[in-house]
């Protein structure tokens, strides 16, 4: 998402199917084997916005330096070729990877009764359940933020 987007900061909405908190500690192997597969796969976002914002800050940095070296060094002493080239560089960098993550909304699955092979129900009635949660919680988090 930090690649494939436009500069603008970025506001993130992400399902959780694997909730990285639970309310309890698992109590059989069963249930340890169900929190094991929830780590393995929870969200591990925390890490990209960390390095969208170092890479925002050395943007940021780079334009500094740009407009120092434009106001204070004489065009006759410097390759305005050069310095162009460098310019257009940094302008693609900040297309591609200029955009900050700003906020982060979570939209978490209710487990209320976690089992083993709750991810291989692939029923009717099994799916529709899934939807229908995932659009309510959806439309919870919406009203939560204003939106």
């Keep these: 998402m930090i690649d494939a987007s436009p500069v603008t900061d970025k506001r993130v909405f992400i399902v959780e199917n694997y909730p990285k908190k639970i309310e309890g500690l698992p109590q059989n192997l069963p249930e340890v084997l169900h929190r094991a597969r929830d780590i393995m796969f929870s969200d591990k976002t925390a890490h990209n916005i960390k390095m969208s914002k170092v890479i925002t800050w050395h943007l940021e940095f780079i334009e500094e330096l740009y407009k120092i070296v434009e106001k204070n060094v004489d065009p006759s002493k410097i390759d305005r070729q050069k310095l162009n080239n460098i310019r257009q560089k ?15 909304v979570y939209i978490t699955r209710e487990e209320r009764f976690p089992y083993l092979y709750e991810n291989t129900d692939f029923t009717p009635a099994g799916i529709k359940n899934l939807i229908m949660e995932g659009e309510s919680r959806t439309k919870q988090a919406l009203q939560k933020i204003g939106l």
């Design 90 to 104: 940094y302008q693609k960098m900040m297309k591609e990877h200029g955009a900050e993550i700003k906020k982060i």
